[in-house]
């Protein structure tokens, strides 16, 4: 159980020095649209660039008002009638057609990377309040009980030093 603590830990603050650090942010997929690409659950890295810098055939996140974001394979892309920005026509790769109207965006997300099935764990995670909650209250009682003085889980055979300097 320590053990599983200390890995959802390094991979908590990994992320978030990734975030802080690098503007790399998580995407979990809840679609099949990318199918068979980004499987359904998969857990996406992306970083924010400028629509200028993108190439047809990058997957890329796009925020969409009043409505989750949308992350599909960039198909074709025009400059915008007011020179701000570009018209993304995107499409995911399980669909037949493309999106139904283009996505006008100055900057997206473009995608690095993902990682199948972890989306649904973090998903789950940060959609239940509540199980945050008791995750975290049970590791804390966890981390507690282990390290409790006298407990009397440490290691056999092990020894500590009173304040005198001597081995009990």
């Known amino acids: 159980m320590l053990t599983a603590a200390a890995a959802i830990g390094a991979v908590s603050i990994l992320l978030f020095l990734m975030s802080l650090l690098f503007g790399i942010r998580t995407y979990a997929f809840a679609s099949g ?3 068979p690409t980004i499987p359904r659950g998969s857990l996406g890295f992306t970083i924010e660039r400028p629509v200028e810098s993108l190439r047809v055939g990058d997957v890329v996140t796009v925020a969409r008002e009043g409505a989750l974001p949308v992350t599909h394979r960039l198909v074709s892309m025009t400059a915008a009638d007011d020179g701000a920005g570009a018209a993304l026509v995107l499409r995911g790769d399980a669909n037949p057609d493309d999106d139904p109207s283009p996505y006008h965006a100055e900057r997206v997300q ?10 649904f764990l973090v998903g789950a995670a940060l959609g239940q309040p509540v199980l945050i909650a008791v995750l975290t209250v049970l590791l804390a009682i966890g981390v507690t009980w282990y390290w409790w003085p006298g407990s009397g889980r ?10 005198t300097g001597a081995q009990h």
């Open 110 to 119: 473009l995608l690095l990377g993902s990682v199948p099935g972890v989306g």
């Open 154 to 163: 440490r290691r056999a055979g092990a020894t500590t030093v009173g304040a």
């Open 33 to 35: 649209s990318m199918e």
